[in-house]
T-cell receptor, first 111, second 113 residues
Framework: NAGVTQTPKFQVLKTGQSMTLQCAQD?????MSWYRQDPGMGLRLIHY???????DQGEVPNGYNVSRSTTEDFPLRLLSAAPSQTSVYFC??????????FGQGTRLTVV | AQSVTQLDSHVSVSEGTPVLLRCNYS??????LFWYVQHPNKGLQLLLK??????LVKGINGFEAEFKKSETSFHLTKPSAHMSDAAEYFC???????????FGIGTKLQVIP
């Protein structure tokens, strides 16, 4: 099992560019989520999904879109990148109301 | 509302000595509590979890944590630190739904040889 796979691992964007962070899991988990990690702030929930076709906003959703067309994939889209979105992004999946399994992270820099 | 407070942003111990990482939480309801570890440039890995069963929870790599409702604490301990324990540790509280998750700001553990 690969677990939770995130791509790319590193990315540099210019302000105003858009991009998609990919997340895939092969554990058939219902729940998937995206977090951002910033120094001194722990992890904050951006968006989450409780199943294919169902998504909802977390604590810090502005500037990000998600969709969940399959159980396996949960991409995160940055519509117009801003320097404030410089962060490390983690995707996680969970088999219901249980602990989360995390990907290795995507380190994003917006210049 | 719920919150989690990790009382130390950095902890430094000598190899072979005990580890104590402190976590206090607040929650209106009985929460689920977790400790995760993050090694440099890696994702988060679950160490242990409390979900209203035994109050003393044993995790991987010799770590354990005790849920103390009266003190609203869930401190992480290990009897003897190893160099490989150097990492950042996150205390997490979840109340009810999957989305109601709050992470602490993390404690960086340094192990001195």
């Amino acid at each position: 099992n690969a677990g939770v796979t995130q791509t790319p691992k590193f990315q540099v964007l210019k302000t105003g560019q858009s991009m998609t962070l990919q997340c895939a899991q092969d554990m058939n988990h219902e729940y998937m989520s995206w977090y951002r990690q910033d120094p001194g702030m722990g992890l904050r929930l951006i968006h989450y999904s409780v199943g294919a076709g169902i998504t909802d906003q977390g604590e810090v959703p502005n500037g990000y879109n998600v969709s969940r067309s399959t159980t396996e994939d949960f991409p995160l889209r940055l519509l117009s990148a801003a320097p404030s979105q410089t962060s490390v992004y983690f995707c996680a999946s969970s088999p219901g109301q249980s602990e989360a399994f995390f990907g290795q992270g995507t380190r994003l820099t917006v210049v | 509302a719920q919150s989690v407070t990790q009382l130390d942003s950095h902890v430094s111990v000598s190899e072979g000595t005990p580890v104590l990482l402190r976590c206090n939480y607040s929650s209106s309801y009985s929460p689920s509590l977790f400790w995760y570890v993050q090694h440099p440039n890696k994702g988060l890995q679950l160490l242990l979890k409390y979900t209203s069963a035994a109050t003393l929870v044993k995790g991987i790599n010799g770590f354990e944590a005790e849920f103390k409702k009266s003190e609203t604490s869930f401190h992480l301990t290990k009897p003897s630190a190893h160099m490989s324990d150097a990492a950042e540790y996150f205390c997490v509280v979840r109340r009810g739904g999957y989305q109601k998750v709050t992470f602490g700001i993390g404690t960086k553990l340094q192990v001195i040889p």
